[in-house]
């Protein structure tokens, strides 16, 4: 067994502005609140490095990719962990609890592996659909079509699996 046993000391100074001006504040548990700005509708980026405060030189960068949608209510996210560590274990959409949400996920080849006509924010990443039904999907990109039945048009885009 190899055990890691170093620490990582980070520091955060203050919240970052994203490319359509919205605010993250990114929390110490690798979370984060995103705040759009005012009547904003669209994708909003937002590119950031995490570096050793002991060791400068050794850094790793990510890219947050957030998908405001027309409602303002709504939070679709562009990805989860499904890896039994209590943190974004299942999908969340966030404000989907007053509407009626039919989800579906599709992998790369356009094959359906998940559904449900009343989407309760509980999808931990296994195939409900086609030859892997009841399997761990493998972590990748997916693509997924959420519609809240309520007249507006369904919302489509990728998410990414990573366990």
Same mark, same amino acid.
């Given at each position: 067994?190899d055990?890691?046993?170093?620490?990582?000391?980070?520091?955060?100074?203050?919240?970052?502005?994203?490319?359509?001006?919205?605010?993250?504040?990114?929390?110490?548990?690798?979370?984060?609140?995103?705040?759009?700005?005012?009547?904003?509708?669209?994708?909003?980026t937002?590119?950031?490095?995490?570096?050793?405060d002991?060791?400068i030189?050794?850094?790793?960068?990510?890219?947050?990719?957030?998908? !405001? @949608?027309?409602?303002?209510q709504?939070?679709?996210?562009?990805?989860?962990?499904p890896n039994? =560590?209590? $943190? #974004? &274990?299942?999908?969340?959409?966030?404000?989907?609890?007053?509407?009626q !949400? @039919?989800?579906?996920?599709?992998?790369?080849?356009?094959?359906?592996?998940?559904?449900?006509? =009343?989407? $309760? #924010? &509980?999808?931990?990443?296994?195939?409900?659909?086609?030859?892997?039904?009841?399997?761990?999907?493998?972590?990748?990109?997916?693509?997924?079509v959420?519609?809240?039945?309520?007249?507006? $048009?369904?919302?489509?885009?990728?998410?990414i699996?990573?366990?």
């Amino acid at each position: 067994m190899d055990v890691n046993t170093n620490t990582l000391k980070i520091s955060m100074v203050g919240s970052l502005l994203t490319n359509r001006r919205g605010v993250v504040i990114l929390e110490a548990d690798g979370g984060f609140t995103y705040t759009p700005p005012e009547d904003f509708v669209g994708i909003d980026t937002l590119a950031y490095q995490v570096c050793d405060d002991a060791y400068i030189s050794k850094c790793d960068s990510a890219l947050l990719i957030v998908n !405001v @949608t027309e409602c303002g209510q709504i939070f679709i996210p562009n990805g989860f962990s499904p890896n039994d =560590d209590g $943190k #974004n &274990d299942t999908y969340v959409i966030l404000g989907v609890e007053k509407y009626q !949400v @039919t989800f579906s996920v599709y992998n790369r080849w356009g094959s359906r592996v998940y559904f449900n006509k =009343d989407y $309760k #924010n &509980d999808w931990n990443g296994f195939a409900n659909q086609g030859n892997l039904s009841g399997q761990r999907l493998p972590d990748g990109t997916y693509y997924y079509v959420i519609d809240l039945n309520n007249g507006q $048009k369904p919302s489509a885009a990728y998410l990414i699996l990573q366990r």
